[in-house]
C-alpha cells in the first residue's frame, strides 16, 4: 500500500487552487471497464476505436447505438466509489477545486461533485446528429437510432467521437483550470488520448506540481512529484483523510 507522503500533504494544504483530471480508471472499481480493457459478450470483436467515430455511425448507425446502448445500461446500474466520493470531499477541503473528467458516466456528478468540466461529453445524454442540440424528451417509436423530434434527423449519444472537437466550453474551462492551479492531480488516466493529456503539460509549464493517481505507469508517471501507486478508489480516501488529520 503506497504511503500518503507529509510533503504532498503540505503541498495540498498549500495549495489555492487545485485541479483534478480523471480518466476511466476512477470508474473502473464502480465496474465499468476502461476504455482500453477487453470487450466482453457480442461485442467482444469490436474496437471502441473503431465505433466510436463519426465515421462508423455514417457507415452503420444502428450498430453504433446499440453499442452505446449497452454502454449506458452499464453506466445507469453503477454506482459511484470511494474514489469519486473521496474527491467530492477534497473540493470543500481546499480553496478552489476544478473537476475534469474525460469519463461520461456521470458518476462524479452522482457523488456530490459540482461543476464538473465533461471533456468528452455524458452519455446519458442524447443530442441531434443534424442539428447538434441536445434533445431532453425521451424518445418514442422502435427505431434504431431514434429520430430527433423537431428535424427527423437520427439521434446520437452526446460524446466526443475520436476526430471530433472537444466541445468550446469545456476545452476552454480546462484550459484555463490547468493554466491557474498549483496543484494537478492526474487519476486513472493514460495520459495518451491528446488533447486531455495536454493539460498536464499545461499546468507543468506554469509551475503546478503533479500528483498521479494510477496503479500502472503512464508516460506522465516519471514527470510527477508525488507518483502514487495504487487504485483511485484505495488512494483518494487515504489522501483526504491523511489531509483532514492533519489539518486538525
Ligand atoms: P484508458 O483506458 O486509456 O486508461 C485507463 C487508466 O486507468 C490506465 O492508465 C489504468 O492503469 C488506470 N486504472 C485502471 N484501474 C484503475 C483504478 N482502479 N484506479 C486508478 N486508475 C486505474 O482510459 P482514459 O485514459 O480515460 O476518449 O482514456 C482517455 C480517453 O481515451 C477516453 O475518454 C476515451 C478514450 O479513447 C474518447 O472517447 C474520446
Redesign the pocket.
Given at each position: 500500500m503506497t504511503a500518503i507522503p507529509p510533503a504532498l500533504v503540505d503541498a495540498l494544504r498549500a495549495a489555492r487552487e487545485v485541479t483534478v483530471l480523471?480518466?476511466?480508471?476512477?470508474s473502473?472499481?464502480s465496474g465499468i471497464?476502461?476504455?482500453?480493457?477487453a470487450q466482453t459478450g457480442i461485442w467482444a470483436e469490436y474496437r471502441?476505436?473503431d465505433l466510436?467515430t463519426p465515421e462508423a455511425f455514417a457507415v452503420n448507425p444502428r450498430r453504433v447505438w446499440e453499442w452505446y446502448a449497452w454502454r449506458r445500461q452499464m453506466v445507469s446500474d453503477a454506482e459511484p466509489?470511494a474514489?469519486h466520493y473521496a474527491l467530492a470531499r477534497l473540493a470543500s477541503l481546499v480553496p478552489r477545486l476544478n473537476l475534469i473528467?474525460?469519463?461520461?458516466d456521470g458518476l462524479h456528478q452522482r457523488a456530490g461533485s459540482e461543476n464538473v468540466i465533461e471533456?468528452?461529453g455524458n452519455i446519458l445524454r442524447n443530442v441531434c446528429s443534424i442539428e447538434g442540440i441536445v434533445v431532453d424528451e425521451q424518445p418514442v417509436g422502435d427505431e434504431l437510432p431514434p429520430a430527433c423530434p423537431a428535424c427527423g434527423g437520427p439521434l446520437r449519444p452526446g460524446?466526443?467521437?475520436?476526430g471530433?472537437a472537444i466541445p468550446p466550453a469545456a476545452m476552454e474551462a480546462a484550459r484555463r483550470a490547468a493554466e491557474a492551479c498549483d496543484l494537478f492531480l492526474s487519476?486513472?488516466?493514460?495520459?495518451?488520448?491528446y488533447p486531455?493529456?495536454g493539460l498536464m503539460e499545461v499546468a507543468l509549464r506554469n509551475a503546478a506540481r503533479l500528483i498521479e493517481?494510477?496503479?500502472?505507469?503512464?508516460p506522465v508517471t516519471g514527470l510527477a512529484d508525488f507518483p502514487l501507486t495504487?487504485?483511485?478508489?484505495?488512494?483518494l480516501p487515504r489522501l483526504v483523510d491523511a489531509l483532514c488529520e492533519r489539518g486538525e
Open positions: 480523471t480518466g476511466s480508471g476512477i473502473a472499481e471497464p476502461t476504455f482500453r480493457d471502441p476505436e466510436a466509489n474514489g473528467t474525460q469519463n461520461v471533456y468528452h460524446v466526443v467521437w475520436f471530433e487519476v486513472g488516466t493514460s495520459s495518451l488520448v486531455a493529456a493517481v494510477n496503479p500502472n505507469p503512464t495504487g487504485a483511485a478508489g484505495d488512494v
